[in-house]
């Protein structure tokens, strides 16, 4: 066979510096320019129109960063574009909001990045005046906190300002803007249901302990909260629904005992050998049936005959249920999830929970399951019905009190919040300037740079209101110099003294300082790189190597 390495033509194409720099500063600028003008409570919505693979177009309207952004991953080839998209990709997963403000600070920062080093700044001084930057908007950022609870690591509900956590919920679901969407009645609703989820003593909130259901029909102010969850599994017997009564959590499969050629296995109790296994589907279901339980959940598969049975004895079943579904089902019920029931293995009454199961309608034939707890027992979890006049607006309403459980989530994790409308960044902005002259004039340059960037948050959000954004941050200025940290430009467009008075603008801060490190990591990153090497060999054909 002939060599590989001998036959394949290797061909290599390099960019010089200059273009390396210009190429990632255009694919920054342009990302940025994606989603720069839907930030803020008066940023527009993008219609996104994509053909599929079907040739039929798929259309829809958001001004959710991730989501626009994600419409271009597999459809660009170009590699700071991709890096952009895993970048929101990743906050998202991370933290579920803030995504938007992450894009354009690291879309700013290697812009502004890029202009430094053309100038003749080198890379290093560039990294370590951003470097500098950032540190001191941390710092400022811990001065000018607002305290969520009345300890650093609170182990109690009772420890938190829940009107804060309610502001802050409001804020992340409607960007603090008052009859947009009517949702700020249901901020004590998405407080409630973030506290369900949490588990001081693992230091940490489980958002998947709130399950969410968009409902077409009616409009957010509809929407409902049940003291359980809702589910995407159907029956396999529907008619017995509603139930209410014992519920038995199975983490396995319910079926009949395999017989194998190489190994069979009799018990004293099976003594007929192999007709009993044509009556085991009935031990089983009698098995489960003969402790009263009302539903069986089973991760594994369940048979249509034992199904059957279980159906003949009142009992209604599911099965594949996700692992995650069954652990919530536990919190709802109070049941001990257990291993599979055999003739050999019953369940017992001490592991069966108590809940009622019942399956819900909506329009277009939609269902979902619905398990709420027993009256008086506090499930340690909930599910939020979310209504809306079309598919896409209830999606909508999904999505942003989605953002809001988020927020809250981050806030009870570091029970700290910051002032929005662009407030913190310009206050930050302005302690960075003053710190820049301690520094030589090349890593001055850059700490000054990282100010602008900053206000670029400001000024992004006062041109999307309306305003000249050159005279809104003026204008900030001037408020904050004088000593009013929490000015900034309210959820109606205005340009006030205090944000958070006027529109219950507070963020958490855990998002707010991963935005800044997060962007300023992704930017750093690529300062270092001159030169880009790429391999413009035709791909090797495997069976002419074969032949």
Not at 13 to 18: N, P, V, W
Not at 174 to 196: C, I, K, S, Y
Not at 279 to 305: K, L, P, Q, W, Y
């Amino acid at each position: 066979m002939p060599d590989a390495n001998a036959s394949a033509a290797v061909s290599w194409e390099q960019l010089s510096a200059g273009e390396t720099r210009s190429g990632i500063q255009q694919a920054a600028r342009e990302m940025g320019e994606l989603v720069r003008s839907t930030l803020g409570p008066l940023g527009a919505d993008k219609m996104i129109v994509r053909r599929m693979d079907d040739d039929r177009l798929r259309t829809f309207v958001t001004n959710n960063g991730v989501a626009i952004l994600e419409e271009f991953e597999g459809e660009t080839d170009h590699p700071i574009a991709n890096r952009f998209i895993a970048l929101a990709e990743d906050h998202e997963d991370a933290l579920g909001d803030g995504t938007t403000t992450t894009v354009l600070l690291a879309s700013d920062l290697l812009t502004s990045g890029v202009d430094l080093i053309e100038a003749g700044v080198p890379p290093v001084d560039v990294i370590e005046g951003f470097s500098i930057g950032a540190q001191r908007t941390l710092e400022v950022w811990d001065e000018i906190g607002i305290p969520v609870a009345d300890a650093d690591r609170p182990t109690t509900r009772a420890a938190f300002d829940e009107s804060v956590l309610e502001r802050i919920a409001h804020s992340g679901m409607t960007n603090g803007r008052l009859g947009a969407w009517p949702l700020e009645q249901f901020a004590d609703d998405v407080v409630d249901a973030v506290f369900r989820a949490w588990e001081p003593e693992r230091d940490r909130v489980h958002i998947g302990y709130v399950s969410i259901e968009a409902i077409p029909g009616g409009d957010a102010s509809s929407s409902s909260v049940i003291p359980g969850t809702l589910l995407p599994d159907d029956p396999m017997v529907a008619h017995l629904l509603p139930v209410d009564g014992d519920v038995l959590l199975v983490d396995g499969s319910l079926q009949p005992r395999e017989i194998t050629a190489g190994s069979v296995t009799v018990s004293a109790d099976c003594a007929d050998g192999f007709d009993d296994r044509e009556t085991d589907g009935e031990r089983i279901a009698a098995s489960i049936a003969d402790s009263n339980c009302a539903a069986v959940f089973a991760t594994g598969d369940v048979t249509h005959e034992i199904g059957e049975q279980l159906a003949a004895r009142g009992v209604v079943c599911f099965r594949n249920v996700k692992d995650s579904s069954i652990d919530v089902l536990s919190r709802v019920t109070g049941a001990t999830i257990r291993g599979p029931v055999t003739p050999g293995e019953p369940a017992t009454p001490d592991e069966f929970g108590r809940g009622t199961v019942r399956l819900r309608e909506a329009q277009n034939d939609k269902t979902w399951l619905e398990v709420t707890a027993p009256d008086g027992v506090d499930p340690q979890t909930v599910g939020l019905v979310v209504r809306g006049g079309t598919e896409s607006a209830a999606d909508e309403a999904k999505r942003r009190i989605t953002a809001g459980l988020n927020a809250v989530r981050a806030a009870i994790k570091r029970p700290v919040a910051l002032p929005g409308g662009g407030a913190a960044e310009v206050e930050a902005a302005r302690a960075v300037r003053q710190l820049a002259p301690r520094f030589d004039g090349r890593e001055q340059l850059a700490v000054e740079e990282f100010a602008t960037v900053l206000e670029s948050i400001p000024q992004t959000l006062a041109r999307n209101a309306g305003h000249d954004p050159i005279d809104a941050l003026t204008e900030l200025r001037t408020h904050h110099d004088a000593g009013h940290t929490h000015a900034g430009i309210d959820a109606s467009g205005r340009i006030v003294e205090d944000t958070v008075t006027a529109s219950d603008a507070l963020d958490a801060q855990l998002i707010r300082t991963n935005n800044l490190a997060w962007s300023v990591e992704f930017a750093n990153s690529l300062f270092r790189v001159d030169n880009v090497v790429f391999d413009t060999s035709p791909p090797i054909d495997l069976d002419e190597i074969g032949r």
